[in-house]
């Protein structure tokens, strides 16, 4: 029988290696129709003078979310899509501003939103978290993020602050909050997302394993983040949203947690926890692989 850390050890192969393989599908630029390329047209949010956003709704067709924020002395952003995103993104920018791109925050290291890191390495500091520029390095990824902070970090243009925040594992273990204080908004990457990809598929939380994600602390991770004072949030993937709705997905994650860790206390094995665990009120399709990585890590 295998012990619980050779099972974790195997799923975090798996994890790895379906990450590659999502990784050199999504670096392929996809047909996307006239209405889906209007969806993922650059547009201000709304009461926040001088940024913007680039939408983004998944991890195959549209990246994630980027935030512009344009200071009057050139342009931050945060995230930039894939390995082929650097091209629309500055044209798109271009169509708002004439400020050069400075700075570029990175919310985490996966290929749908620092995949054109080196592309703006040459006009424009990219800065992340320091174990989001491990990831990089160990995953064979290009653009190495070429400043980097253990905790919090600000950057300032034109008298202006964009905070970065490390608040602990969730997602990955590098997941940063990006905060803009005077427009109370942050970009949380995907530590929360919410809604349904541009295929029309549902979004549900993922823990990458292999790049040091955890469900366990994922919920203590987002407390700190709902302790900064903001009213309006930027997914890592889909709508401008509200803080209330991260307090909603916190809730529900928590649940999700809770759940599973009852029936590891009720003595329910890892075959069976899939068909145990009632989660139809989350609206989360977790795959049987993703309820098992949770049950493996919490169970360990």
Same mark, same amino acid.
């Given at each position: 029988?295998?012990?619980?850390?050779?099972?974790?050890?195997?799923?975090?192969? =798996?994890?790895?290696?379906? &990450?590659?393989?999502?990784?050199?599908?999504?670096?392929?630029?996809?047909? @996307?129709?006239?209405?889906?390329?209007?969806?993922?047209? /650059?547009?201000?949010?709304?009461?926040?003078?001088?940024?913007?956003?680039?939408? *983004?709704?998944? *991890?195959?067709? &549209?990246?994630?979310?980027?935030?512009?924020? =344009?200071?009057?002395?050139?342009? /931050?952003?945060?995230?930039?899509?894939?390995?082929? &995103?650097?091209?629309?993104?500055?044209?798109?920018?271009?169509?708002?501003?004439?400020?050069?791109?400075?700075?570029?925050?990175?919310?985490?290291?996966?290929? $749908?939103?620092?995949?054109?890191?080196?592309?703006?390495?040459?006009?424009?500091?990219?800065?992340?978290?320091?174990?989001?520029?491990?990831?990089?390095?160990?995953?064979?990824?290009?653009?190495?993020?070429?400043?980097?902070?253990?905790?919090?970090?600000?950057?300032?243009?034109?008298?202006?602050?964009?905070?970065?925040?490390?608040?602990?594992?969730?997602?990955?273990?590098?997941?940063?909050?990006?905060?803009?204080?005077?427009?109370?908004?942050?970009?949380? *990457?995907?530590?929360?997302? %919410?809604?349904?990809?541009?295929?029309?598929?549902? @979004?549900?939380?993922?823990?990458?394993?292999?790049?040091?994600?955890?469900?366990?602390? %994922?919920?203590?991770?987002?407390?700190?983040?709902?302790?900064?004072?903001?009213?309006?949030?930027?997914?890592?993937?889909?709508?401008?949203?509200?803080?209330?709705?991260?307090?909603?997905?916190?809730?529900?994650? $928590?649940?999700?947690?809770?759940?599973?860790?009852?029936?590891?206390?009720?003595?329910?094995?890892?075959?069976?926890?899939?068909?145990?665990?009632?989660?139809?009120? @989350?609206? %989360?399709? @977790?795959?049987?692989?993703?309820?098992?990585?949770?049950?493996?890590?919490? &169970?360990?």
């Amino acid at each position: 029988m295998k012990t619980k850390i050779a099972i974790m050890l195997q799923m975090a192969f =798996v994890f790895s290696l379906a &990450s590659m393989v999502a990784i050199n599908f999504a670096q392929e630029r996809p047909a @996307l129709t006239p209405e889906q390329l209007d969806r993922l047209t /650059i547009r201000p949010v709304s009461g926040k003078e001088g940024l913007y956003l680039l939408p *983004g709704f998944d *991890g195959a067709l &549209s990246g994630g979310n980027v935030a512009v924020l =344009v200071t009057g002395d050139g342009v /931050i952003i945060v995230d930039n899509k894939f390995s082929y &995103s650097y091209g629309d993104i500055t044209r798109q920018i271009g169509t708002v501003t004439t400020e050069p791109i400075r700075y570029v925050l990175n919310t985490h290291h996966h290929f $749908d939103h620092a995949g054109s890191n080196a592309d703006f390495m040459p006009v424009a500091q990219v800065i992340g978290h320091e174990n989001a520029r491990i990831n990089i390095v160990r995953n064979g990824q290009t653009g190495a993020q070429n400043v980097t902070f253990a905790s919090r970090t600000s950057v300032f243009l034109n008298g202006v602050e964009v905070q970065a925040h490390h608040f602990g594992r969730g997602h990955t273990n590098g997941d940063s909050v990006m905060y803009f204080p005077e427009l109370q908004t942050v970009h949380t *990457g995907d530590l929360f997302i %919410w809604g349904n990809r541009l295929d029309g598929t549902t @979004l549900a939380p993922f823990i990458d394993y292999a790049n040091g994600g955890s469900a366990a602390e %994922w919920t203590a991770t987002l407390d700190g983040l709902l302790s900064l004072d903001f009213d309006t949030v930027i997914p890592g993937h889909g709508p401008i949203l509200s803080k209330a709705d991260i307090r909603i997905f916190r809730d529900k994650f $928590d649940h999700l947690v809770s759940r599973i860790n009852m029936l590891i206390e009720a003595g329910v094995d890892r075959d069976d926890v899939v068909t145990e665990l009632d989660i139809g009120d @989350l609206n %989360w399709p @977790l795959a049987p692989d993703r309820i098992q990585a949770i049950y493996d890590e919490l &169970s360990g």
